[in-house]
């Protein structure tokens, strides 16, 4: 059986491309949202008057990580023509995306609804659901 996850454009392939990097740049998001869930419940609590961008930042330095993980990764694969990594860097993209859009409509920057705000995350959690549904069809 020619399985799709073995294939050099899986997204399977693209997502073991990281290696341990990959459990370091999970870790920077876990590990960072535990300062992000504290300062988040202060500013709802109004015990902060802190902006929502200042709420956010552990967040903003996760992302980061991540992005340098992302370029290091990619200069390592182009020198040795691996395949792209277009379905991870997609994934953080979108969640930066939402990130910045919902920090921005709950700090009065943006006026829009908070459907609209979240539709970066909507699109995310989508491509995740077909993304593990290709993995459990081929790998099931």
Known sequence: CSCMADSPDSPVVAL????PGGDVMLAAHVVLAIPWIILISLRVDNSITASWWHVFIPQFVASGIVALFFYSALMRLASQNKPKLIIPITLEALFFAFLITLCARLNGDLDCSYLSACSALIILLSLLFYISSQ???YHG
């Open 135 to 137: 993995v459990l069809y």
């Open 16 to 19: 073991r491309a990281f290696g």
